[in-house]
């Protein structure tokens, strides 16, 4: 029973469209540079060059996910695309800096029936999440579904991010209001 178990979760973790410490097949190669750039340019949509996704990272639906030259995903880090056949993705531009424990949805649970327990209601539709180029955000934001974060834009950290954030402003809080520009 315990061996039918074992290879049936490593049949798992090798076909898995997900990088993460609970997928121990591929997250060893993550400490090390070489083995992290040949398993995240095999995982991901497209991994830019000098890009990295370092150990205690997330990434679930990598086909779904392009990361462009320079992005660092740090431990912490939850990348969530919608993995489904139709579902939207995550573009993280050249440049982008993003904290430790940063998390990035495209999509949420449904929860408009009070008669079904919400585990059961399903999902709504995905929506994609892009970060522009050159923006920053901050450790331990969350940028919700549908989110566009503009060019050179900052996140500060902690911030809940539930609507588009233009080009060249600090947005904070939550939800994340703008704060001031960036001239």
Known sequence: MFLD???????FWRQADRIG?????????????STMRRLCGSKFAS???GAEFRPGAFAVGC?????????????????????????HGITVADDVLIGAGVHIYT???CFDNPEIPIIAQGHHDSRAV????????GAKAIILPGVVVGENAVVGAG??????????????GNPARVIRSIC
């Open 47 to 49: 991994f830019g060059q």
């Open 21 to 33: 410490p609970d997928i121990p097949w591929n997250h060893w190669r993550l400490h090390f540079k």
């Open 130 to 137: 892009t970060l522009c180029r050159g923006c920053w955000v």
């Open 63 to 87: 086909s779904k996910i392009h990361l462009g030259q320079r992005v660092v995903i740090r431990p912490g880090t939850m990348l969530l695309a919608d993995p489904r056949p139709q579902g």
């Open 5 to 11: 178990e074992f290879f049936e979760r490593v049949r």
């Open 159 to 172: 911030s809940v991010v539930t609507k588009s954030v233009p080009p060249r402003v600090v947005a904070v």
């Open 107 to 109: 999509q949420n649970h």
